[in-house]
């Protein structure tokens, strides 16, 4: 059954730092990745996907991922981030032999220190 | 704001109890996703539907049940409440039968 790891459940922060989210998966085909945010007290946002095409993919507030096939990683990186980054952070992987469905990592808790 | 819409946005109610916890899609999409979020369980999918049958089912209790309308909205019914139902329910809705979720806001449900 495919499945969706990342790696670290908790990850502490100073502002300004850099960031990096490791999320592994383990279905072998064409696979389409997205990573959700979910801000402390709300709903899972959209905050990039990868469908096909350049595999460093830009998304909202600053940050990217990129695929890289080899390794079935789809890492989210942020150069600087701020305290207003601390959320929860979801991967998702989706193929045509899962139907489609979203098939979710566990989340990664990230706590920015002002 | 995603497009998608959950009424109502915080339920307080006694075990054993029934609830009916709506969904409203984005404007032409024609799957619902219903998920439980729990301290301890995390984010679990339930149940999908696509254009009123349904898709897929995930992690859910026999207790609860769902259903797609022919104005694609969905109710998600959850019976016979436990102290352990006590979650956020999130709906979120696609324009097919996969590809990008648009989460709403959830309903916090809280069982006592």
């Known amino acids: 059954a495919q499945s969706v790891s990342q790696h670290n459940h908790h990850v502490i922060l100073s502002e300004a730092a850099s960031l990096e989210l490791g999320c592994n998966y383990s279905?072998?085909?064409?696979?389409?990745l997205f990573w959700y945010v979910q801000y402390p007290g709300q709903h899972l946002q959209l905050l990039l996907k990868?469908?096909?095409?350049d595999p460093l993919v830009k998304g909202i507030k600053g940050f990217e991922a990129e695929f890289i096939k080899s390794k079935f990683s789809f890492n989210l990186r942020k150069p600087s981030v701020q305290w207003s980054d601390t959320a929860e952070y979801f991967c998702?992987?989706?193929?045509?032999?899962?139907?489609?469905?979203?098939?979710w990592g566990a989340g990664t808790k990230l706590i920015i220190k002002p | 704001d995603s497009g998608v819409t959950q009424t109502p946005k915080h339920l307080i109610t006694a075990t054993g109890q029934r609830v009916t916890l709506r969904c409203s899609p984005r404007?032409?999409?024609?799957?619902v996703y219903w998920y439980q979020q729990s301290l301890d369980q995390g984010l679990q999918f339930l149940i999908q539907?696509?254009?009123?049958?349904?898709?897929a089912k995930g992690n859910i209790l026999e207790r609860f049940s769902a259903q797609q309308f022919p104005d694609l909205h969905s109710e998600l019914n959850l019976s016979s409440l436990e102290l352990g139902d006590s979650a956020l329910y999130f709906c979120?809705?696609?324009?097919?039968?996969?590809?990008?979720?648009?989460f709403g806001p959830g309903t916090r449900l809280l069982v006592l």
């Open positions: 539907y696509y254009n009123g049958e349904e898709r």
């Open positions: 998702a992987v989706n193929s045509g032999d899962s139907n489609y469905q979203l098939i």
């Open positions: 279905y072998g085909g064409t696979v389409n």
């Open positions: 404007s032409g999409d024609l799957s």
């Open positions: 990868y469908f096909s095409g």
């Open positions: 979120a809705s696609s324009a097919g039968q996969g590809g990008t979720q648009y």
